[in-house]
């Protein structure tokens, strides 16, 4: 008879056991029936997972606490719940978040730095995403370690901060972010353009300096190896520059651009100012894209010495001054 009993009682309480772990189950997998969102949350470090529960139960992302919990205990607990800032699309089960929490997939803010910045028009992109100080951005663009393999003439990242969409969590430092630019510098600029660098007599330094120059002159991608011919075209004759970004670059660095620039401004004293000095001025005036580096490097095969703006984006170019004045009249009358 007390057989019978120990039969009974185990067999309810492994019914009880399956009713159990099925109602466990479909409320771990299963997500609450809540309108969809985005949500963008905050773990603190140090915080247990009773108290991470509670705060996701309290933000809605999950609906209960316990099947988190459990959860977490018979399948998690050997992984801590990381730290960070997390995106919860909710609905989410508890499983998934708790996946989330423990692979440590946090939230990370894309940051786009259009082509044609300097490192100063920079530093307030990444404070608005990201927080970081301006102050502490020029300080990490100052760090000549990250390219003196490169560039050991430099006196800043200036030119080597390559734009692009990054993709940072909330926390990144300075350091970080300064470093990640300028390995996506390295990686763009492959060996095979270092030799072509070579090939034409030109340092990395001195590609990047005339590919600034290319990035600030010109949008439209078709005309960037047409710029860039009459830059090398010039250089090759011992003309002159006469590019106009360089003075602006100059009048910036000195908080004196007024937004256009004067006559009295093409006399400024500056080694930036290629309307006095010959060759190429001492610095990158911005950090070019990769089209700009490119033609940098494979200029344009035409003769073509001037160019002036259409002023609607595109630009005129001509082989002799005579020409270049007839262009100018016509387009800048």
């Known amino acids: 008879m007390w057989l019978k009993i120990v039969k009974r009682i185990l067999f309810f309480s492994i019914i009880l056991l399956l009713l ?34 509670q705060k996701l139960q309290e933000k809605q992302v999950i609906s209960k606490k316990w099947p988190f919990l459990a959860g977490y205990t018979l399948f998690y607990s050997s992984h801590s719940l990381k730290a960070g800032e997390y995106r919860f699309q909710i609905p989410l089960s508890p499983k998934k978040a708790l996946k989330k929490l423990t692979q440590g997939k946090v939230y990370l803010h894309p940051v786009t730095v259009p082509e044609g910045l300097t490192i100063r028009e920079m530093a307030p992109l990444f404070q608005s995403a990201l927080s970081v100080e301006p102050k502490k951005f020029l300080e990490a663009a100052s760090n000549l370690q990250l390219i003196s393999s490169i560039d050991p003439k430099a006196g800043d990242l200036e030119g080597y901060l390559y734009p692009e969409t990054y993709h940072f969590p909330k926390g990144t430092s300075a350091q970080e972010i300064v470093a990640a630019m300028v390995s996506e510098f390295k990686e763009v600029f492959i060996p095979s353009w270092e030799a072509r660098a070579k090939k034409i007599h030109l340092s990395v330094r001195e590609v990047v300096i005339l590919a600034s120059l290319i990035e600030k002159e010109t949008a439209v991608p078709e005309e960037k190896p047409l710029v860039s011919a009459v830059f090398h075209n010039r250089l090759d004759k011992g003309m002159k520059l006469d590019c106009d970004p360089t003075i602006i670059y100059a009048l910036k660095k000195k908080n ?78």
Do not use: C, M
Request: hydrophobic share 30%.
């Open 256 to 333: 004196k651009f007024g937004g256009r620039l004067r006559s009295q401004d093409l006399k400024l004293d500056s080694p930036y100012n290629t309307y006095i000095f010959g060759g190429l001025p001492p610095g990158p005036i911005a950090n070019p894209g990769k089209e700009s580096l490119k033609a940098a490097l494979y200029p344009a095969d035409v003769s073509y010495l001037y160019f002036v703006s259409k002023n609607d984006g595109s630009h005129h170019f001509s082989r002799t001054f005579k020409e270049h004045q007839r262009a100018v009249n016509k387009y800048q009358r």
């Open 20 to 53: 159990f772990f099925s109602w466990f189950t479909i409320e771990f997998v299963s997500s609450p029936h809540t309108p969809s969102r985005s949500l963008i949350l905050e773990i603190e470090k140090g915080r247990t997972a009773q108290k991470i529960a």
